[in-house]
């Protein structure tokens, strides 16, 4: 039995820690322990590393939670921290790739819309499939980081845009250009490799 049982939110479980009890901070991360572990893993691809940002998020913020202020929820809280700290990590690999300085500004809001509406309308059955889930994992990975990480919180994570603008730190237009252009690069990826896997099948409405 866990110090959430006692039907506390988490703004008193984190005032009770702050006073002292010191020994609930698990408590209030172990709901999100998988959520940050994931993200983690996305960025960095490796369980070793992706369990050592985690642990270290984890720290940060324990240490930091006096200045949890409550303005966002604690989870996106967590994962804007994981994030720095993958992030981090990802510098001193020396391995983010460098964006297009040619790309037009996120915050305009004009692109063109996906053929697909969402990744999620390839079928149900066919990501039961190993080998189709393996296909869409490398494709994910393959992304650049900025697509990654959006990606992975809106379409994986399910969090909302509004939350998602805020673990980024950037406005609520760019988390939606970026998520289309994620979900187009995804798409380009898959459709050939998941035709070739099954040339008869109609992945798509439009293929």
């Known amino acids: 039995m866990t110090g959430m049982s006692d039907n506390r939110d988490e703004t008193q479980i984190i005032a009770s820690i702050l006073a002292g009890n010191t020994h609930e901070f698990h408590d209030l991360i172990r709901p999100h ?11 960095l691809h490796n369980e070793a590393d992706a369990e050592d940002a985690t642990q270290e998020a984890f720290l940060k913020a324990f240490r930091n939670l006096a200045s949890f202020r409550g303005e966002s929820k604690f989870s996106t809280w967590l994962i ?4 720095n700290e993958a992030r981090s990590r990802l510098r001193s690999r020396k391995t983010v790739k460098v964006e297009s300085l040619d790309e037009p500004p996120e915050d305009q809001g004009h692109f063109t819309p996906a053929l697909l509406r969402d990744w999620r309308e390839i079928p149900s059955e066919a990501l ?19 697509y990654r ?12 845009v509004n939350e998602s ?24 990826k898959l459709v050939p490799q998941l035709k070739k896997a099954n040339p ?6 439009w293929s």
């Open 33 to 43: 322990e998988r959520s940050v572990y994931i993200m983690a893993l996305s960025l």
């Open 80 to 83: 804007s921290i994981v994030l």
């Open 128 to 146: 039961e499939r190993g080998e189709v889930r393996y296909l869409l994992q490398q494709a994910i990975t393959e992304l650049p980081l900025i």
């Open 149 to 160: 990480e959006i990606f992975v919180l809106r379409d994986v994570e399910e969090l909302s």
């Open 165 to 188: 603008a805020e673990a980024l730190g950037i406005t609520v237009a760019a988390v939606k250009v970026r998520l289309h252009r994620a979900r187009i690069m995804l798409q380009k």
């Open 200 to 205: 008869k099948r109609r992945w798509f409405p």
